[in-house]
């Protein structure tokens, strides 16, 4: 993995210090220094004035995160590598069909919207930010509401 992350650093001339593997694949954090400069890139408009936790997510081919909402962090995604399906709903019931977003798509999702990243054919790459509803209380890996998980955590 650390060849992929030397790629991605490269590639957007940020620093990514750290991976950490997940059952779907993994996630790789962006260096405070190079916030900045991953922001410009994939959210320009969209976080000014905001106190982003930016990663990136790479989903494996076939593999998909679990069907989970938040609620203390909106989060954006943009598409940095494609096609990956994504599930949005407002209700605990999962949609029958998922929408294919290629490179370039953006999708925002709202504090307590139920969503669902899935890797396709092709290992899918995403920019992610948390924006967080509460600066006293922050939003951390504890404000995941896992309401289906093929992983069974």
Do not use: C
Not at 9 to 17: A, D, F, M, Q, V
Not at 26 to 35: M, R
Not at 73 to 96: C, H, I, K, M
């Amino acid at each position: 993995m650390a060849v992929r992350i030397e790629n991605l650093s490269g590639r957007y001339e940020i620093e990514l210090p750290t991976e950490k593997e997940k059952p779907w694949g993994y996630t790789i954090s962006i260096h405070p220094k190079s916030v900045p400069a991953f922001l410009t890139q994939f959210f320009p408009e969209k976080m000014l004035g905001k106190d982003p936790s930016p990663r990136f997510l790479v989903v494996n081919a076939h593999s998909r995160l679990s069907w989970q909402a938040h609620k203390r962090r909106a989060e954006f995604w943009y598409v940095v590598q494609g096609p990956v399906g994504v599930l949005l709903s407002n209700t605990d019931d999962q949609p029958p069909a998922f929408e294919t977003l290629h490179e370039g798509a953006t999708v925002r999702i709202e504090p307590n919207m139920r969503h669902r990243l899935i890797g396709l054919e092709q290992e899918g790459i995403v920019a992610e930010v948390w924006i967080h509803t509460d600066p006293n209380n922050p939003s951390d890996a504890n404000d995941i509401v896992r309401l289906a998980d093929d992983y069974l955590r």
